[in-house]
């Protein structure tokens, strides 16, 4: 099976809505061996200024590897997931994820590029906030942007 | 108290820290994060694929790794921008009391951009004397 050299360019639109909840926040906080105050105690990340529990630095990969899984599991994409390695990954904030948001990822494909028989691929999450009640493609604040690329590798890789 | 800016220079270490991980951490993570890649957690079908056995998820080590610098900021949320390339695996071993594998984190700053209000803490991981990040960056806003 090969890598599909049309991915490149392709977008999916944000699907269903993630909330953000405290239990999950000090849950991945803990998976993650955090232990500051602001992912635990509402009123230790309010002293800091925020609204509710501050999610840790990293916890936009749950949201940004749903929108992945749209990707890997579209089967026009050639893509293998017993043959994917993560190769590289950045979180830029806009602002802080605390528990409270409602979020949606719009996942866009910026490269693909064959390397031996298998292909690195590029892709950005954009992940906005929606407003309580609101359709995914109401007034939304930027959050995160998350850029992930994965190798996929080919067959004797 | 919370570092700030002004009082910062650039090469100037921010701490260390030691991260124990057993495979009940990467099954912890794996339930956490919703990646459930058997690589992480079975080792015949890691073995089978070619790696030397369980491995950590990158992610597991990257969001471990930062931990250092949220704590150094005092506010994880100071964390704006957080960069990785995941270039050796972590093997886990089956370990029962003990750790099977340890990542040793530290940082030092590597850049100060007064206009904009940030430091980069440039962080340096490695597991058994090797090292399975690269150009782990992060930057924080600080006052």
Request: glycine fraction near 10%; avoid cysteine.
């Amino acid at each position: 099976m090969t890598i599909n050299p049309d991915l490149q360019g392709r977008s999916y639109p944000a699907k269903e809505v993630y909330d953000v909840g405290r239990e999950k926040i000090r849950e991945f906080a803990r998976a993650v061996k955090a232990t500051h105050p602001a992912h635990f105690e509402v009123d230790a990340a309010k002293a800091l200024g925020h609204s509710d529990l501050v999610a840790p630095p990293t916890f936009a990969i749950i949201v940004a590897q749903r929108a992945d899984a749209q990707l890997i599991e579209d089967p026009d994409s050639g893509i293998d997931f017993s043959r994917v390695v993560h190769a590289d990954q950045r979180f830029i904030h806009h602002r802080p994820i605390v528990a409270g948001d409602r979020l949606v990822a719009e996942l866009h494909v910026d490269g693909v590029r064959a390397m031996g028989g298998g292909a690195m691929i590029t892709t950005r999450s954009e992940i906005f906030a929606v407003a309580a009640g609101a359709a995914t493609d109401a007034a939304r604040e930027a959050v995160a942007t998350a850029t992930s690329s994965i190798l996929v590798r080919g067959e004797g890789q | 108290m919370k570092p700030t800016l002004s009082e910062l220079a650039v090469g100037q270490n921010i701490g260390s820290r030691s991260i124990d991980v057993t495979r009940t951490d990467l099954v912890k993570y794996a339930g956490a994060s919703g990646d459930f890649n058997p690589i992480h957690w079975n080792e015949a079908f890691a073995t089978g694929v070619g790696l030397p056995g369980v491995i950590a998820h990158g992610m597991f080590t990257m969001g471990s790794a930062v931990q250092l610098v949220s704590d150094w900021a005092g506010d994880p949320a100071a964390v704006v921008d957080f960069q990785t390339r995941f270039t050796k695996p972590v093997p886990v071993s089956d370990t029962t009391g003990t750790a099977g594998a340890v990542i040793e984190v530290s940082g030092a700053i590597g850049a100060l951009d007064a206009e904009a209000g940030t430091a980069r803490v440039d962080l340096t991981v490695t597991s058994a004397g090797q090292k399975v990040l690269m150009k782990a960056q992060a930057v924080v806003r600080l006052a």
